[in-house]
């Protein structure tokens, strides 16, 4: 018996003697790899995929893989992923959308990263075009959960040779637009403009005009106005004459457009290729969006967003979107893609520079940077765009008064914005 249990003695001190040996585990034999989701399509899934691989050849760090998801039901789809764990470590996401994320603890602060001496992102503010600093900062303090590469935004596109022949300029303000559009309903008895998005439209004027959009603190709209109501009479009065139409079934304006039913209208910025595509019937021109006393466009672009992991693959995660948004990264990105870089240094690069020479949408985009800003992207900031876009339906085809529809949609948005 003593021998057996001078044996097990010596057992037990030599496995001890081996755990505490100072071996750790082993290290990560190869890169750490990022998976990346998206749902971008043909050239620009060709010209990312492009991108992906230039960065893995570029270092032996990380590995990045871009995954393509369908554009359908995404992002039901993502948000089930990444709640089940099996979701990407980086995707793309609005701010309106990144709330939920943020609730659930869900998302990686890029801040301690952007901040760090070694790796960090000195000019990441100061770089950043118009407002934009502000959207991607506006859920927390030093917090950081957003890292914008590119984006997009309304432009007017207008039928040139139209004007041109009318003796007319692409407008700078909602009233000249007012005139312009009478002139060309009274000349060709076509509706002079149109608008992609109502919403934005709307929101975009009121804001011009001094009004808030949504109270982050107090969890209210403050439209609740005479700015509101008098912009909501001003549409109306402009459809009721014909010399603004509603786009209805076309549901983009670029189809009206380009068949000459309708002389102007707003839209993206990267569907130039659409409001261009009329086969030489006229020529097309392309300025920046209408503004008023307070310079405003909203910011189509949102950011790029890490989910919790690993502090591996946090870090990794990292050092891609880093990258991705440099300077000439995300220029080049931005020129596929035809939107602005997100950063002044990416805008100014001879690249980019060059580019708007050759892209009337990019020139128009490019001197609109100034002015971009963009709304609040609480809890119930969704409904609010719902809610705006009902209202604007139902006082443009004559269902209701601005008043009644003005109130009843202050009360849906706030009703909303109160349950969180």
């Known amino acids: 018996m003593k021998k057996l249990l001078v044996v097990l003695l010596v057992i037990g001190m030599v496995l001890s003697f081996a755990g505490c040996s100072g071996q750790k585990d082993p290290e990560p034999t190869g890169p750490v790899e990022v998976t990346y989701w998206h749902t971008?399509?043909?050239?620009?899934?060709?010209?990312?995929?492009?991108?992906?691989?230039?960065?893995?050849?570029?270092?032996?760090?990380?590995?990045?893989?871009?995954?393509?998801?369908?554009?359908?039901?995404?992002?039901?789809?993502?948000?089930?992923?990444?709640?089940?764990?099996?979701?990407?470590?980086?995707?793309?996401?609005?701010?309106?959308?990144?709330?939920?994320?943020?609730?659930?603890?869900?998302?990686?602060?890029?801040?301690?990263?952007?901040?760090?001496?070694?790796?960090?992102?000195?000019?990441?503010?100061?770089?950043?075009?118009?407002k934009l600093y502000g959207e991607v900062t506006q859920f927390g303090e030093d917090k950081i959960y957003m890292i914008p590469v590119i984006c997009t935004s309304e432009v007017y596109y207008y039928n040139k040779t139209l004007f041109d022949e009318l003796g007319l300029k692409a407008p700078t303000t909602w009233k000249e637009l007012?005139?312009?559009s009478r002139t060309i309903y009274q000349k060709t008895g076509?509706?002079?403009?149109?608008?992609?998005?109502?919403?934005?439209?709307?929101?975009?004027i009121i804001i011009q005009k001094g009004s808030g959009y949504i109270n982050p603190t107090t969890k209210k709209v403050e439209f609740d106005n005479d700015i509101a109501l008098e912009t909501l009479k001003w549409l109306k009065s402009?459809?009721?004459?014909?010399?603004?139409?509603?786009?209805?079934?076309?549901?983009?304006?670029s189809g009206p457009f380009t068949s000459g039913a309708v002389a102007s209208y707003t839209g993206s910025s990267a569907g130039v290729g659409y409001a261009t595509a009329n086969d030489g019937k006229f020529e097309v021109g392309c300025a920046p969006?209408?503004?008023?006393?307070?310079?405003?466009?909203?910011?189509?672009?949102?950011?790029?967003?890490?989910?919790k992991s690993t502090p591996e693959r946090e870090k990794a995660a990292y050092k891609w979107l880093k990258y991705f948004s440099s300077t000439e990264v995300a220029a080049?990105?931005?020129?596929?893609?035809?939107?602005?870089?997100?950063?002044?240094?990416?805008?100014?690069?001879?690249?980019?520079?060059?580019?708007?020479?050759?892209?009337?949408?990019?020139?128009?985009?490019?001197?609109?940077m100034p002015n971009l800003n963009w709304l609040s992207g609480i809890y119930g900031s969704s409904t609010v765009r719902t809610e705006i876009d009902k209202?604007?339906?139902?006082?443009?085809?004559?269902?209701?008064?601005?008043?009644?529809?003005l109130k009843a949609c202050v009360d849906a948005c706030n009703a909303a914005l109160s349950e969180h």
């Open 289 to 307: 969006i209408m503004q008023d006393a307070h310079g405003y466009i909203p910011s189509w672009g949102g950011g790029m967003v890490c989910f």
């Open 238 to 253: 402009c459809i009721d004459e014909g010399i603004f139409r509603l786009v209805g079934d076309d549901y983009y304006f």
């Open 40 to 130: 971008y399509t043909e050239h620009h899934n060709d010209y990312l995929n492009a991108l992906v691989e230039e960065f893995n050849k570029s270092q032996n760090e990380v590995h990045v893989t871009a995954v393509q998801q369908p554009y359908q039901d995404y992002d039901a789809n993502l948000l089930q992923a990444v709640r089940n764990g099996v979701g990407p470590d980086v995707c793309s996401r609005y701010s309106n959308e990144v709330i939920e994320y943020i609730a659930d603890d869900l998302l990686v602060d890029f801040a301690p990263y952007i901040n760090d001496k070694e790796i960090g992102i000195p000019t990441f503010k100061s770089d950043m075009v118009g």
């Open 190 to 204: 076509k509706p002079g403009w149109g608008s992609d998005s109502l919403m934005d439209t709307f929101a975009g």
């Open 178 to 180: 007012e005139e312009v």
């Open 332 to 368: 080049k990105w931005a020129i596929e893609f035809g939107a602005s870089p997100a950063y002044t240094s990416s805008l100014n690069t001879p690249e980019y520079q060059e580019y708007t020479k050759t892209n009337i949408a990019a020139a128009a985009l490019a001197a609109e």
């Open 391 to 405: 209202m604007l339906l139902t006082v443009l085809t004559g269902q209701a008064t601005p008043e009644d529809a």
